[in-house]
Nanobody, 126 residues
Framework: QVQLVESGGGLVQAGGSLRLSCAAS????????MGWFRQAPGKERDVVAAISRNGDITYYADSVKGRFTISRDNAKNTVYLQMNSLEPEDTAVYYCAADWTYANSPTLERVRYDYWGQGTQVTVSS
């Protein structure tokens, strides 16, 4: 059992930056692959970035490559998403998620994640 709480969302101008945080409590975060997803109105909840248990393997959606960076600090039970050069198309509710796994690989499929946070709104003005 793990609880996830996102923070750091807000309203920013296009070209600006935000850093999202996801604080985990309960079972140690090192047992989980972690991911960031986003969902805009009328769209599916899609993976933005994912990171392996050890933090050494990452994945990014093509739309955010070069702009977003996922990282984790297992000692602090926290995963981060640094978002730079934000675009209006990045506007969405961002969710963090945890996938309990023994494999040190990012989890890319939404249905494989076991736990979800409540989400944090990111709005990028044009």
């Amino acid at each position: 059992q793990v609880q996830l709480v996102e923070s750091g969302g807000g309203l920013v101008q296009a070209g600006g930056s935000l850093r999202l945080s996801c604080a985990a409590s309960g079972r140690t975060s090192s047992s989980y692959a972690m991911g960031w997803f986003r969902q805009a109105p009328g769209k599916e909840r899609d993976v933005v970035a994912a990171i392996s248990r050890n933090g050494d393997i990452t994945y990014y959606a093509d739309s955010v490559k070069g702009r977003f960076t996922i990282s984790r600090d297992n000692a602090k039970n926290t995963v981060y998403l640094q978002m730079n050069s934000l675009e209006p198309e990045d506007t969405a509710v961002y969710y963090c998620a945890a996938d309990w796994t023994y494999a040190n690989s990012p989890t890319l499929e939404r249905v494989r994640y076991d736990y979800w946070g409540q989400g944090t709104q990111v709005t990028v003005s044009s």
